[in-house]
C-alpha cells in the first residue's frame, strides 16, 4: 500500500512493549487526511527517521519526555512537503523538518519547523547528519568530551549516524579514535571510510582483550552509546579524568529485569572518584538546542568540504518502519535508518 | 609515652589490610629524630588530620594516589611546629601546615608546606575548615554542584568537616540544604548549630522514606561522601539536570568484595541519561588547588564573621591514632578527628 492523497496511513501505539516491540506494540491505520485549521499547515511525509529513543516514548516508565499515549500516532522526525499552508514562511511546495510522526499527514502551526526551500541537496540529510543526529555528536563531544589534539576518543556505535559523526569530528579535532562496532563489514567501513585509526567488533571473540590492546593509552573520552557489555569493557581502560558523554544506552532499552549481580553500581561510583571523570547525560535539544546554529554551519561546512561522510540506510515503505526499528534496536542498522513514504 | 625531644615515634603500614584496618595493619615504632639535610627543615608535629582517603592508601589496588608502602610511615597531613630550618621563608618556632605523616618528627624541603606564622589562632583548623576539607568542600560544591538560589542541596556526611562546610556554603548562597548523618545528636547539631534546613538520620528505621518526605521537591545537587544504603536512597528523588560532586564513598572503602545483585550498575547509567545529570569525581588539590588562594580568602572571612561554624573532635595521644580512623570510617567521629601529639 502506497502514500496516497486519498486517506493517511498512520501507525499508533497499541499496546505498550515489554521488552523488545513485536507485532501488537504498534497498528497500522488508515484515517482521513487531517484537515488544517487556521494558522496551520498541512505536511506531507516523505522520509520518517527511525532514532533509537522512540523505545523510550513507547513505555510509560518516567523518563525525560512524556511517553506516547496508547492509541495516539508514534512520535518520530520527518522530512515532508507542505502540501498547503496558512504559516507565515511556509508555502506550498517548500521541503522542511519536522516532528511529523510515524504516518503520511501530518498538521504543524510551525513551531519548531525548518524551512529547507524548494530544491534541498539531499533532504533527508536533515534527519542525519545535519539534524538531530548530527547536533548530538557534534555538542556531545564538544561540549561535554572537551576533547584535546592527541586525546583518545572511543566510539560505541560507531557506524551509526552520531557515533560515525562524533568520530570524525575527533579525527578533525586531532584525537586518536577508536570505533566500536557489530561485525567485521562495518569496522572496516568505519576505518576506511570514516578515517578511524582503529574499529573493534563487539560481536567477535575476545572483544575485550581486542579492545585493551587497541588502547595502549587508555581512554580520555569515551561516548557512550551503548551500555552493557561493550561499557564493561571500556571501564577499566577509562584515564584519569575521563569524559563520558552518556548519549544511549541503546543495549538496555529492550530490558524488562536488571541484570543477575554482583552489584556493581559502587564499582562505578568508586571509579568515576578514583579517575576523577566526568559522565554527564545529555538529550540534545534540551541541553544544547541553542548550539543548533552554530552546529548547522560547522557540519554543513564539513559535509561540504567532504571531511564528514554519512551513510545512509533508506527503506522504502511505511509498513517496514515496525520491523526495521525492531532491527535497529537490535544493532543490525549500518548507516542512519530512514523510512521513505513516497518516491 | 608522650612526644619527646630524644626519639622519634612513628607508625609504619606493616601490612595491607583486608577490609577494616587491625592491630596488624600499623606498626608503632621509635626511631632515631631524622637529621635534616642541606634545604631542610625539622618539623616537630602537633596535630596529625585523620581522613577517609588514608584507607586508601593503605591498599595498594590502582587508585589515584600512589599507596603507602609497606614499612613506610603512614601519610597524612599535619600541623607541625619548626624545629631547624635551612628553608628559606621558614624559621625556627613557625607553625606550618605540612604532609608530616603518622609520627612526632618529619623532614620537609617546603614543598607544599604552608608558613602560619608565629601565632596563629586556632592553628588546628588549617586541618580542617581552613584547609583540606575545608577546599574540598568549597570547591566540589561551586565548581561542580554549581549551586543556585533555590535549589535543594542534599549533603552526606552533614556533620563531618566537609558536609558540614559545604551545608553552611549551600546556605550561604541561597539553597534549601538537607543533610545525613548518623544519628539523632549528629541531626541536633546539623539543623541547630550548622543551620541546615533539615538533617535525617541514615541510622533510624524507614531513613528512605523520611528523606523522601524532607524532599518534596526532589534534589537538584548531592554532595556525595558516603555511597551504599545513603546513595540508594537518593538515587530516586534526583531531579533533572542533577549534579553530583563526588568527593568520597565511606561507606565502601572497607568493602572486601561486590554486593549481590542484581547489578545496578546500568539502572545508574540509565539515571544518568534520562535525567541528564552530571557525576564528577574529584581528588581536591588535583582539580582544584589551583582556586586555593580565593578559597582561603573567602572561607576565612566567612568562618571570621561567624557565617561558618566549625566543630573539631580533639583526641589525645598518637597512639590513639589507629582506632580513632578506624572509628572514623564506621562514622563514629562527630566533627573533625584530630589527633593532637603534643600539649
Known amino acids: 500500500m502506497e502514500q496516497s492523497d486519498s486517506h493517511n496511513r498512520r501507525y499508533v501505539l497499541a499496546q505498550r512493549p515489554k521488552g523488545e516491540p513485536d507485532g501488537d506494540t504498534l497498528r497500522l491505520e ?75 499527514y501530518a498538521l504543524s502551526d510551525g513551531t519548531g519547523v525548518i524551512n529547507m526551500g524548494r530544491n534541498p541537496e539531499n533532504p533527508s540529510w536533515a534527519l542525519g547528519v545535519l539534524g538531530m543526529p548530527g547536533l548530538t555528536a557534534w555538542a556531545g563531544l564538544t561540549q561535554i568530551g572537551q576533547p584535546k589534539a592527541g586525546e583518545t576518543l572511543v566510539v560505541a556505535g560507531a557506524s551509526g549516524p552520531v557515533g560515525a559523526t562524533v568520530g570524525q569530528i575527533g579525527k578533525i579535532l586531532g584525537c586518536r579514535v577508536v570505533g566500536i562496532a557489530g561485525g567485521a563489514e562495518k569496522c572496516r567501513h568505519v576505518i576506511d571510510v570514516l578515517g578511524f585509526d582503529d574499529c573493534i567488533d563487539y560481536k567477535a571473540d575476545g572483544f575485550a582483550q581486542t579492545l585493551g590492546a587497541a588502547l595502549p593509552n587508555g581512554i580520555d573520552i569515551y561516548f557512550e552509546n551503548v551500555g552493557g557489555a561493550v561499557f564493561d569493557a571500556v571501564l577499566p581502560l577509562l584515564n584519569t579524568n575521563a569524559r563520558i558523554p552518556v548519549c544511549g544506552l541503546i543495549s538496555q532499552y529492550n530490558a524488562t529485569s536488571l541484570p543477575d549481580g554482583p552489584d556493581r553500581m559502587g564499582l562505578l561510583m568508586g571509579t568515576i572518584l578514583k579517575k576523577r571523570m566526568t559522565m554527564r547525560g545529555f538529550i540534545v535539544f534540551d541541553d544544547f538546542g541553542h548550539l543548533y546554529p552554530e552546529f548547522a554551519k560547522q557540519m554543513s561546512g564539513w559535509v561540504q568540504d567532504g571531511r564528514i561522510k554519512y551513510r545512509e540506510e533508506m527503506i522504502d515503505g511505511l509498513e517496514q518502519a515496525p520491523a526495521a526499528f525492531v532491527g535497529l534496536l537490535k544493532g543490525e542498522a549500518f548507516g542512519k535508518r530512514v523510512i521513505r513514504l513516497a518516491k
Open 30 to 104: 488508515t484515517a482521513e487526511i487531517p484537515v488544517p485549521a487556521k494558522g496551520q499547515m498541512l505536511l506531507r511525509n516523505v522520509f520518517l527517521s527511525l532514532d533509537p529513543y522512540m523505545r523510550g516514548r513507547m513505555s510509560d516508565a518516567p523518563s525525560y519526555a512524556p511517553p506516547v499515549e496508547l492509541n495516539e500516532v508514534m512520535v518520530g522526525g520527518t522530512v515532508a512537503q507542505v502540501v498547503s499552508s496558512d504559516v507565515e514562511g511556509f508555502a506550498e511546495g517548500d521541503w522542511v523538518v519536522a516532528f511529523g510522526g510515524w504516518q503520511d
